[in-house]
C-alpha cells in the first residue's frame, strides 16, 4: 500500500450517512483514501506523509456557498469601491461622513460605496438625485444599495454611462424617471445597475488580484466551493486563466445571466472540478427592502415600509412576466441546462412553479435540481408543490439574523414574517435545501448560517418561527452535501468519503457538540482544498 500525503488524527465529521464521524483522514494526490479509525488510517503514514494533530479542534468537509457572486464582490470589496455596509457602518452620519470622504478622495474617477440601506442605518437622508448631485456637483457618484438590487447614481454618473431621457430600460431591469420623464437617479436590477459601476472595475489588469484576494476571504470563513449566480462570460477569460495557473484556491461554479439572445456559447459539460458552468441564472422579482417583490399580501402601513420608499398597502411586483419567463425557461431548459432563479414573493414563486412545471411537462428530465433562490415568502403548499416537482431551495437564512426584528415589526406583521426562510416547512416537505449569504449582500459567514438555521433567533433576541428551526445535522448538510447536490457536484465534494476530493475545514470544535448560538463563533484554523491548506495555522506536526 502506497502512503498518503497527508494523515489528519483527530474527531473527522465525515457528513456521510453510513459513518458520520471518524478519528483520522488520510489523503493523497489530493483525494481522500481512508476515513476511519485511528488505527486503520495509521497504516497510510509513511516517510513522507505530512501528520496532524487537530487536539480539540474538527475537521469536517469544506464549506459551501451555494448562491454567491465572488466575481463581483472581488470588486466591491476592493479598494475600488467603499464598504458602507451595515455590517462594516451602522450609524446613518458615519455613512454620510464616508460618501463626502469618497467624493473629496476619488475625484474625477469617481466615487463608488456599496451597502446602503435605510433599514439597519436609521436615519440615512432621501437619496434624491438633488441630494446625489448637492455631494457630488462636479464628479461621478454611485451608491449601491445594501441588497444590489437598486443603485443611486449622480448626473455627472448617468452622463458618463451615456444614459439619456430616451435611454430604453433593459428586459427586467428599469431606471427611475419622475413625472417629465427625466431620470431620477435610481437604477433597479442588475440590467441598469451594471452599467453604472463597471467603471468601478478600473485598470482590468488589476482583477486578478482583486479575484485572489475574494479566494482569501472566502478560505478564512472555510469555504472551498462557491457559486457565482450572476455570471456574465466577459468574466470567462480572467477565471479559466486563473485556473490555469493554479491561482484559485476555491472551485467555482457559474450561471450564466440568461440574455436578449437567450443563447450561450457554453454547452452544458464544460470545464473541469475547478472551474465549470453549471446553469442558467433567471429572475422573478427583487428585493425585500426596496419594495420589488411578487407578494399575495401587503406591506404594513409603518414608518419603515415609508422609509424604503413602499407605498402601504403594495404587494410589491414581479419584474418579469410569466411569458418571459417561458420565453427564457424554453429557450435553455431543452439545451440541458439547470435553471436557477431568484424569487422572494409568493405570488413570484408561484408564478416561476408554474413554469418549471411547464417546461418539465413539455422536456421531462429525471435530474434537473431546477433551483428556487432565497424564498423568503414561500409558503407550505409551495414547498409541497416544490418536493414534487424536484426543484430545490437555496434559502438566505441569514436574514433573520440581521433584518430578523423589521421584517414582522415593520415591514409584514407576524403572520407572514415569522416564517420568513421557512427552512423548517422546506424540509419537513422533503425538498432538498441549502443556506447562503448572497455576498456582499451579507458577509461570507457560512457558521452563522447553520447557527441561525438552527436557532431563528433575531437581533433583539426572540425567535422567530420556532416551527421552521432545523436540527444540527440538517443545518450541516445544508452547507456541505446538499449545497453540492444543488450544484452538481455531490460526487466529488460535500463529504468526506473515500475518492472525493480532500476539500476540508478545521474548525475549533465539533459544532454538533456546542450550544448551536456558539457556532457562528467557532474559529476556522485551517482550510485544505485537495488536500492543500489554503488558509490558517499548520496543523503539521511531523
Given amino acids: 500500500m502506497s502512503s498518503a500525503d497527508l494523515v489528519i488524527l483527530g474527531t473527522v465529521m465525515t457528513v456521510d450517512e453510513a459513518k458520520p464521524t471518524a478519528e483520522a483522514i488520510a489523503v493523497r494526490d489530493g483525494r481522500i483514501v481512508a476515513v476511519g479509525n485511528r488505527s486503520e488510517v495509521e497504516d497510510w503514514i509513511g516517510p513522507d506523509t505530512q501528520v496532524g494533530n487537530l487536539g480539540d479542534g474538527c475537521v469536517m468537509p469544506g464549506l459551501i456557498e451555494a448562491h454567491g457572486h465572488p466575481l463581483m464582490e472581488a470588486i466591491v470589496l476592493s479598494d475600488r469601491m467603499v464598504d458602507i455596509r451595515p455590517v462594516t457602518v451602522r450609524n446613518a452620519e458615519d455613512v454620510v461622513a464616508a460618501v463626502r470622504d469618497a467624493v473629496a478622495e476619488r475625484g474625477d474617477d469617481g466615487a463608488y460605496l456599496i451597502g446602503w440601506d435605510a433599514l439597519l442605518q436609521d436615519g440615512l437622508p432621501a437619496p434624491t438625485l438633488a441630494w446625489l448631485d448637492s455631494m457630488a456637483p462636479d ?39 419622475n413625472e417629465n420623464g427625466e431620470l431620477d437617479g435610481t437604477a433597479y436590477e442588475t440590467g441598469a445597475v451594471f452599467p453604472l459601476v463597471r467603471s468601478a472595475i478600473g485598470d482590468e489588469e488589476m482583477y486578478p488580484s482583486m479575484l485572489r484576494a475574494e ?20 468574466f470567462r477569460s480572467v477565471l479559466d486563466g486563473m485556473r490555469d495557473a493554479g491561482a484559485l484556491t476555491v472551485r467555482i461554479r457559474t450561471y450564466e445571466v440568461s440574455n436578449p439572445a437567450l443563447k450561450t456559447d457554453m454547452v452544458p459539460v464544460n470545464g473541469d472540478d475547478m472551474v465549470r458552468q453549471v446553469g442558467i441564472k433567471i429572475w422573478v422579482d427583487g ?34 412576466t410569466k411569458d418571459q419567463l417561458r420565453e427564457i425557461v424554453g429557450a435553455y431548459f431543452p ?4 435553471m436557477a432563479c431568484h424569487v ?37 403548499d409551495q414547498c409541497e408543490r416544490a418536493a414534487r416537482l424536484g426543484v430545490t431551495c437555496s434559502i438566505f437564512v441569514d436574514q433573520v439574523h440581521y433584518w430578523g426584528d423589521v421584517i414582522v415589526d415593520g415591514l409584514f406583521g407576524p403572520e407572514h414574517g415569522s416564517h420568513w426562510m421557512p427552512a423548517g416547512t422546506a424540509l419537513a416537505a422533503g ?15 457560512p457558521l452563522r448560517n447553520i447557527s441561525v438555521a ?19 445535522d440538517q443545518a450541516i448538510r445544508a452547507q456541505t452535501i446538499d449545497a453540492a447536490y444543488q450544484l452538481f457536484a455531490d460526487d466529488i465534494i460535500g463529504s468526506l468519503e473515500v475518492g472525493k476530493y480532500a476539500d476540508m475545514v478545521v474548525l475549533s470544535a465539533d459544532p ?31
Avoid at 413570484?348 to 432565497?374: F, M, S
Avoid at 425538498?431 to 459567514?445: A, G, K, L, M, Q
Fill in 344 to 380: 422572494q414573493g409568493d405570488a413570484g414563486v408561484d408564478t416561476i412553479l408554474d413554469v418549471y412545471e411547464e417546461v418539465l411537462r413539455e422536456h421531462p428530465r429525471e435530474d434537473h435540481r431546477l433551483r428556487l433562490e432565497h424564498v423568503g415568502a414561500m409558503r407550505p
Fill in 454 to 472: 438552527i436557532t431563528r433567533i433575531t437581533p433583539s433576541g426572540r425567535v422567530l418561527g420556532p416551527e421552521e428551526r432545523v436540527s444540527v
Fill in 215 to 234: 479566494c482569501g476571504r472566502l478560505n478564512a470563513a472555510g469555504l472551498t466551493t462557491c457559486s457565482e449566480m450572476a455570471f456574465t462570460p466577459a
Fill in 512 to 542: 454538533r457538540t456546542v450550544p448551536p448560538e456558539q457556532i457562528a463563533d467557532l474559529e476556522v484554523r485551517a482550510t485544505f482544498l485537495a488536500g492543500q491548506q489554503v488558509y490558517g495555522r499548520a496543523l503539521v506536526t511531523h
Fill in 431 to 445: 425538498v432538498r435545501i441549502s443556506f447562503h449569504n448572497d455576498p456582499p449582500v451579507t458577509p461570507e459567514e
Fill in 287 to 320: 428585493s425585500p427592502w426596496i419594495g420589488n417583490i411578487d407578494l399575495t399580501f401587503p406591506y404594513l402601513d409603518t414608518p419603515e415600509v415609508r422609509t424604503i420608499g413602499v407605498t402601504p398597502g403594495s404587494c410589491g411586483h414581479a419584474n418579469y
Fill in 335 to 338: 439545451l440541458g441546462w439547470p
Fill in 139 to 177: 464628479t461621478p457618484l454611485v451608491i449601491v444599495h445594501n441588497s444590489g438590487h437598486l443603485c443611486y447614481f449622480n448626473s455627472v454618473a448617468g452622463r458618463r454611462a451615456g444614459l439619456t431621457l430616451d435611454t430604453p430600460d433593459p428586459t427586467g431591469a428599469r431606471y427611475g424617471r
